[in-house]
C-alpha cells in the first residue's frame, strides 16, 4: 500500500457542485498538506494541519475548506466547485519538527466543467 | 520570508550528456532545500534534501546538488542524462522555523533527445 493515499485518482464535477478530496497516510505523521498544481505556477498550499485540532490556511485557501478526522485522514472540500479549480491535487504529510522530507500522495485530477 | 526561483522553465539535453537545472532561493532563516521530481502522471518523489549537514548532496538516480549560501543556489546536477530522466523537476525550500512551511519553485521541465 501507498504511504499516501489519495482518492479519487480522477474527477470531472460540474460548476456549482461540492466535492471532496480524500487523503489517509500510513507513516503515523501529525502533519498533513494539501497543495494544487498548476502549470508553471509549482505547487501553492491550501490548507495544512499540524495535528487534529491544528487547521491553518495556507496561500489560497479561498473557495476551499478542510476536515482532519484523525491523524491519518485530512479530506479537501470544494463547496461550491468552479471552472478555475481545476488543477492537479496533492496531500501530503512530513514529521513534526526537524527538516524531513515529504512524502506526496499521487495526485487527484480534478476538472471542473 | 522565503523563496524560491527556478531560472529555466524548460532545459533539453542529449542522453549521455550532463545535466544542470538552476534554483536560487532567499530565506530568513537557515534553510532545508529539496529537489522533488515528477514523472509524468505520477506523484512527486524525493531526489535528495539539504538540511545544513554536508553542502553537497547525493540523492537517488545519479543526481547531486550542492548548498551554496553565497550564491543563494542549489542546483542540481547528473553527469549524464538518460531517457528516463525526462520528467519536471521541483526545487522546494523550507525554513527550519515553527512554522515550517514549504515554497514550491514553479518547475523545470527536462526533455532528453535520444
Known amino acids: 500500500d501507498a504511504d499516501v493515499t489519495q482518492t479519487p485518482r480522477n474527477r470531472i464535477t460540474k460548476t456549482g457542485k461540492r466535492i471532496m478530496l480524500e487523503c489517509s497516510q500510513t507513516?503515523?505523521?501529525?502533519?498533513m498538506y494539501w497543495y494544487r498544481q498548476d502549470p508553471g505556477l509549482g505547487l501553492r498550499l491550501i490548507y495544512y494541519s499540524f495535528d487534529v485540532k491544528d487547521i491553518n490556511k495556507g496561500e489560497i485557501s479561498d473557495g476551499y475548506s478542510v476536515s482532519r478526522q484523525a491523524q491519518a485522514k485530512f479530506s479537501l472540500s470544494l463547496e461550491s466547485a468552479i471552472p478555475n479549480q481545476t488543477a492537479l491535487y496533492f496531500c501530503a504529510t512530513r514529521p513534526s519538527g526537524g527538516a524531513g522530507g515529504y512524502t506526496f500522495g499521487s495526485g487527484t485530477r480534478l476538472t471542473v466543467v | 520570508a522565503q523563496s524560491v526561483t527556478q531560472l529555466d522553465s524548460h532545459v533539453s539535453v542529449s542522453e549521455g550528456t550532463p545535466v544542470l537545472l538552476r534554483c536560487n532561493y532567499s530565506s530568513s532563516y537557515s534553510p532545508s532545500l529539496f529537489w522533488y521530481v515528477q514523472h509524468p502522471n505520477k506523484g512527486l518523489q524525493l531526489l535528495l534534501k539539504?538540511?545544513?549537514?554536508?553542502?553537497l548532496v547525493k540523492g537517488i538516480n545519479g543526481f547531486e546538488a550542492e548548498f551554496k549560501k553565497s550564491e543563494t543556489s542549489f542546483h542540481l546536477t547528473k553527469p549524464s542524462a538518460h531517457m528516463s530522466d525526462a520528467a519536471e523537476y521541483f526545487c522546494?525550500?523550507?525554513?527550519?522555523?515553527?512554522?515550517?512551511?514549504?515554497?514550491f519553485g514553479s518547475g523545470t521541465r527536462l526533455s532528453i533527445r535520444p
Open positions: 539539504y538540511t545544513s549537514a554536508a553542502t
Open positions: 522546494v525550500v523550507s525554513e527550519n522555523s515553527s512554522a515550517s512551511k514549504i515554497i
Open positions: 507513516k503515523g505523521h501529525d502533519r
